[in-house]
């Protein structure tokens, strides 16, 4: 019996020594630091508030073990969330860098902070993931524009059995604000003129499901589909492509459609077409696109998260009711000069027609933004970014008037 199980034994250390060596070997951390300043200046004469001007420091610490060994692979993931005011006030608070005090709304908290877990489950090229998620997907793009991310609670599988196609599915049951600590139900954004009633009831539960295909090196499409339950269902349609012309030279067409419907307890009936062309020449890029809204509501999409449209902007997303707008895009990156990391954006969107109701007049607005940033990329100062963001809002018969400047230094650090 002993000449039987000391080879045994032998066999099971080694298989588990060789599970926790790719569990912890194929491991890597990263450290990413954020101090951001926010100041948006509201224009009109009576509006509730002057200003919102908040300065914090933020702390992302992100963890991603391996797999053990095995016909399915088990591993971790981690995110520690930190946000630590520098400089606020009650009547300058509100601009989403930190999280309110529950006794005082209008003071923000000294600090607040986030530890997500995530499980994951890993099956040849199939990985399933339950826990703390930040899904970048049509439907439901997490975002990640203030001092801490946004975060989602639930479940998320993703399939790559098929070379070029991507599939995902999944059911979320709870969101984290990006100026938040507290899991709380799905509710949908109220900015503009949408026109969607019983936007305060709030909602247990979201579904999603997503297949992108890559034809080949140039084209690209994808459906998804999305079901906020209580709420909608939406259907999502993309095409990209690029076409070659030449040493230097592409034309990127970008083409969005989404049918949103009610989910019988909303009156949401929403056409949502959208067309981005980016013409790329050498470190230019010049963009031109068109969106469209039709239907008897604006764009319905979950309460602080990024819209997938092609106006989506810094501010704005020209998502109102019946509203039509246009963008002009010019990037350059000044890499083509020999300064690589430096990269320059400026755009302009005009929008109209939007429908304010029987009697009013119709709505427009503009909204104009710049974007100048670095990354420094060698010596001691390697990953450390400055990004400068501007933008200037201007509205008719709804809306804020509003100038708004962002200013973000950043670095990452690999910790293993």
Known sequence: MKNTLFPLFLAGSSLATQAHADFIEDSKARLELRNFYFNRDFRQTAAAQSKQEEWAQ??????????TDGTIGVGIDALGLLGVKLDSSPDRAGSGLLK?????????????????????????N??????????????????????????????????????????????????????????????????????????????????????????NGQLNSSYSYGGLDNFYHQHQFNLVHVLPLGEGQSLKSDLRYARSTDDGHSNIDNNALGAMFTYALGGHAFGLGYQRMSGDTGFAYINGTDAFLVNFVQIGDFANTDERSWQARYDYNFAALGVPGLTFMTRYL???????????????????????????????????????????????????????????????????
């Open 350 to 416: 005009s929008g109209d027609s939007i429908d304010l109701g029987a009697g009013n007049a119709k709505g427009r607005e503009w909204e104009r933004d710049t974007d100048i940033g670095y990354v420094v990329q060698e010596g001691p100062l390697k990953n450390v970014g400055l990004k400068w963001r501007n933008a200037t809002v201007r509205t008719a018969h709804f809306g804020s008037d509003l100038n708004e400047n962002r200013l973000i230094l950043s670095y990452t650090l690999a910790l293993w």
């Open 126 to 215: 199939s990985v399933l993931k339950v826990g703390t998620l930040t899904p970048k997907l049509p439907v439901l793009v997490a975002n990640d524009s203030r001092l801490l991310p946004q975060t989602f609670r639930g479940g998320q599988l993703n399939v790559q059995e098929i070379k070029g196609l991507v599939i995902d599915a999944g059911h979320l049951d709870r969101v984290n604000q990006r100026d938040s600590s507290d899991y709380e139900k799905f509710s949908i954004t109220t900015t503009g003129a949408k026109g969607i009633a019983n936007s305060q009831v709030r909602s247990n539960a979201f579904d999603f499901a997503s297949l992108a295909y890559q034809w």
């Open 100 to 124: 309110r005090d529950a006794s005082a709304p209008r003071r923000a908290k000294d600090e607040y902070g986030e530890l997500g877990l995530t499980a994951k489950f890993k099956a040849s």
């Open 58 to 67: 933020g702390f992302l610490l992100r963890y991603e073990s391996g797999y």
